[in-house]
């Protein structure tokens, strides 16, 4: 069965803090996204990977960075956490350009 | 850049209504995509639609994807209350890689 994981349901930190969101994959996938998700606003795609050390912006990637050490992992980095980073973040894998696997999110409130 | 609009955002319906969510693109796409949210779970996969004036049906639920590519329906018959949740629809450019999701219509079943 395909499994996503992500290391916090929920989480509290305070501005200037530096987060971590960790999600791993167990299908082998290739692409891994990390999206932010906004009451009205959908899911918005912060970075994405196609490949092991490999990134790519998405369409808001102001105040993040992302990690691919393994094929599994795929970190989100929030150098000095700010207030209006107060959201949902999916991560979701996928094989090729098609279904989206998401995990269960990460409710992050910077205070 | 590309822009994917959902409406309505809020959609009321009694229980054994019928009703319909749209999804518009700015630019022409090469799939679209239809995600369902449960309230406190996670997008998961519902369908995906490729060619021109494709419609696929899933039971209830009939999608139809339209002839210029740019824009998509889910229409449900008969709602019933396991319908509630957040529909998001999500394309991917014509030669592009990433999934543009829109802001999702969220559903609420009056029994």
């Known amino acids: 069965d395909v499994k996503v994981t992500q290391s916090s349901r929920y989480l509290v930190k305070r501005t200037g803090e530096k987060v971590f969101l960790e999600c791993v994959q167990d299908?082998?996938?290739?692409?891994m996204f990390w999206y932010r998700q906004d009451p009205g606003l959908g899911l918005r795609l912060i970075y994405f990977?196609?490949?092991?050390?490999?990134?790519e912006k998405g369409d808001i990637p102001e105040g993040y960075s992302v990690s691919r050490e393994k094929k599994e992992r795929f970190s989100l980095i929030l150098e000095s956490a700010s207030t209006n980073q107060t959201s949902m973040y999916l991560c979701?894998?996928?094989?090729?350009?098609?279904?989206?696997?998401f995990g269960p999110g990460t409710r992050l409130t910077v205070l | 850049g590309q822009q994917v609009m959902q409406i309505p955002q809020y959609q009321h319906v009694q229980e054994g209504e019928d009703f319909t969510t749209y999804c518009n693109s700015s630019?022409?796409?090469?799939?679209i995509q239809w995600y369902k949210q449960r309230p406190g779970g996670h997008p998961v996969f519902l369908i995906q639609?490729?060619?021109?004036?494709e419609v696929k049906k899933q039971k209830r639920l009939t999608f139809q994807f339209g002839e210029a590519k740019k824009n998509s329906s889910l229409h449900i018959t008969a709602t019933q209350t396991t319908d509630v949740g957040t529909y998001f629809c999500?394309?991917?450019?014509?030669?592009?890689?990433?999934?543009?999701f829109g802001g999702g219509t969220r559903v609420l079943v009056k029994p």
């Open positions: 299908m082998d996938h290739e692409n």
């Open positions: 990977s196609y490949d092991v050390k490999m990134k």
């Open positions: 979701a894998s996928t094989p090729g350009l098609d279904t989206q696997y």
């Open positions: 639609l490729v060619k021109s004036g």
């Open positions: 999500a394309g991917t450019r014509a030669a592009g890689n990433k999934l543009t």
């Open positions: 630019t022409t796409l090469s799939n």
